[in-house]
Every structure is written in structure tokens, then in C-alpha cells.
């Protein structure tokens, strides 16, 4: 397993960590108290900064080639996914509440920064997964 996968295994670890804790935060905290107060518990959420030490956890090795042909082939096309998947949730984000609540109503501008956070963890996320999923793919020659 080379640095890349491993990089790749801590953020979607940490990802569906701080996504699954969060959700039942939040739903414990919504029967608990209400739904103003409920939010905190996507404040959880902070857990996947965590993944962003990642880099020093996992060192380059020392005399050895880094990066290669599929090497950035792999990263390019995950980043691409990565990208298209940010793009698909900030589209939805938008347009979803444009058919369903209608041209003519209005969004808090507190939902921008949360659209933002979603965009980004869905854009990480997917960009470790294809990681995963084209390096398991070339090391079985398909």
C-alpha cells in the first residue's frame, strides 16, 4: 500500500466517522431538545480535520520514486470525480430548493457556508475513494 492509499484510508475513515457520529448527535440532540439547538451536534463534524495530518503521518518514502504514470493518472482522475461531485452538490443544493419551494421564496445566508462544508467533504471523499478503487483495480490488472 503505497502513501496515496494510505492518505486515502485516513480521510474516508475519518469522513464517515465524523458523518455518522454527527447524524446521531444531531438526532439525539432533536428529541432531546428541539431543532435550534439540534445543529450542534455537526459540530462533530470537526473530526475530519483530523485527516488533514495525514501528510505527516504518512512520510514520503526516501529513495524511492514517488509518482509514476498511473500515479497521476489515478490522482487526476479522482480529482476530477472529486470535483465533478462538488459541482453535482452545489447544483443540487441550488436547485432543489428552486422546484420545491418555488421561485419566489427566499434561503437564510447561513445555509451558503454548510452547502460550502458539504461540497468540500463529498469532493474529499470521493476523491479517496476513487483513489482506493483505481489503485485496487490496476494492482489486479483489470
Known sequence: MNRSQK???LFVITISLAVVSSLAA????????GIPKAFAGFALLGIVGFAGFGQMIFPKDKGKIICDERDTFINRQAAIAGFATAFLVVGLACMLPFFILGPQ??????WL????GAAGL????????VILVLYGRSNKNE
Open 122 to 129: 463529498a469532493s474529499f471523499f470521493v476523491h479517496s475513494v
Open 7 to 9: 492518505i486515502a484510508w
Open 113 to 116: 457556508p454548510n452547502i460550502f
Open 26 to 33: 444531531f438526532a439525539i440532540l432533536y428529541i432531546k431538545v
Open 105 to 110: 421564496a427566499t434561503i437564510a445566508v447561513w
